[in-house]
Nanobody, 126 residues
Framework: EVQLQASGGGLVQTGGSLRLSCAAS????????IGWFRQAPGKGREAVSW??????????HYRDSVKGRFTISSDNSKNKVYLQMNSLKPEDTAVYYC?????????????????WGQGTLVTVSS
């Protein structure tokens, strides 16, 4: 059974930092693209950052609004992915989800498999 367990959300003031963690199990971690998505109240879900699988190229991607502030990393020995979020802004407030799939092309998952974990709420107060 595939599981993606996200944690680390919370309430933080503008300019603060949080570190999200995602523990993955039930699939071959090295063969999947894994990343973070978010959904703000009243808005659609959007990709925040993702790491391509090692079998593809292992490249890292960020949405423009978080470049320079957020850093994604993975510990493949532990099947974990992290999102370090610095200089947080109120517009970063959202439920953050960890997800994995065959390949993410910047707009959608490509392939037969994509998995989602439960979200973790990040609230940035002004």
């Amino acid at each position: 059974e595939v599981q993606l367990q996200a944690s680390g959300g919370g309430l933080v003031q503008t300019g603060g930092s949080l570190r999200l963690s995602c523990a993955a199990s039930g699939f071959t971690f090295d063969d999947y693209t894994i990343g973070w998505f978010r959904q703000a109240p009243g808005k659609g879900r959007e990709a925040v950052s993702w790491i391509n699988s090692r079998s593809r190229d292992g490249s890292i991607h960020y949405r423009d609004s978080v470049k320079g502030r957020f850093t994604i990393s993975s510990d493949n020995s532990k099947n974990k992915v992290y999102l370090q979020m610095n200089s947080l802004k109120p517009e970063d407030t959202a439920v953050y989800y960890c997800a994995a799939g065959n390949f993410y092309d910047g707009r959608q998952w490509v392939g037969d498999d994509d998995y989602w974990g439960q979200g973790t709420l990040v609230t940035v107060s002004s």
